[in-house]
């Protein structure tokens, strides 16, 4: 099994999943004993959160490629930024070390093209909805993505930065969503995309009227693909 390194702590939940979903599913896979040959640099989000201006950016970009090039260096084959909206910087980090850098956006339209999805909702936090870095990838494998409500942005902002990355399930929040899937469905959607590694501890990708892609899931497989697989 190949070396797979995750840049993690954005936030320390969505961290979290990720290793605990590559270890399951190469335990599933190997079976017995085996767990993931991984790295792990769980960056302070303190430090990259809420991140705005041109220069804010900078810092971010900066501290991920240092990050992903200490993985690199720790003998990692390939990187996962563990967070949808710090694939922001995504092209700095992957310009900078010689491994392939998983892009999070790329592994969801990937598997809802293969499933024949061609139109979706993306929910996440404001930057992964409102700005095109994040909605081109995945309208390059075909999905079109509908338009986006700024009440919408407004309050998912809210409860991803305000709850969901302090560790907190509310149950309002869990009745919003749903809500808005409820809707989503109407406008005609195929499917929805949680755009944020943390929705998932509110939203029941296995109940609910419409396909959910699971952005965290989805991204932690392809990690395990890799891991299995000795694909350049």
């Excluded at 705005?52 to 720790?74: F, P, Y």
């Excluded at 310009?95 to 990937?110: L, N, P």
């Excluded at 907190?168 to 109407?186: F, G, P």
Aim: charge should be negative.
């Amino acid at each position: 099994m190949r070396k797979l390194g995750l840049i993690g702590g954005m936030s320390w939940y969505s961290t979290e999943f990720y290793y605990r979903r590559i270890n399951k599913q190469v335990q599933r896979r190997v079976g017995g004993l085996c767990s993931a040959p991984m790295l792990v640099d769980n960056l302070n989000f303190c430090d990259l959160a809420r991140a705005t201006s041109e220069q804010d950016w900078d810092h971010v970009a900066e501290t991920l490629v240092t990050s992903a090039k200490r993985l690199e260096d720790g003998g990692a084959t390939a990187i996962l930024i563990g967070a949808n909206s710090m694939h922001k910087v995504h092209a700095q980090v992957a310009e900078a070390v010689s491994v392939k850098v998983i892009h999070i956006a790329d592994a969801v339209g990937q598997k809802m093209k293969a499933a024949g999805v061609k139109s979706a909702a993306l929910v996440g936090t404001r930057n992964v909805m409102a700005e095109n870095w994040y909605r081109q990838r995945l309208v390059k494998h075909g999905v079109t993505l509908l338009p986006w409500e700024a009440g919408d942005v407004d309050e998912l902002d809210r409860i991803i930065y305000d709850e969901l990355m302090a560790g907190q399930a509310v149950r309002n929040s869990e009745r919003t969503l749903k809500t808005l899937i409820t809707e989503i469905d109407k406008d005609g959607a195929d499917a929805v995309v949680l755009g944020c590694t943390e929705l998932g501890m509110i939203v029941d990708t296995k109940a609910n009227i419409l396909p959910i892609y699971d952005s965290a899931e989805i991204h932690a497989d392809a990690g395990v693909d890799w891991i299995m697989s000795d694909a350049p």
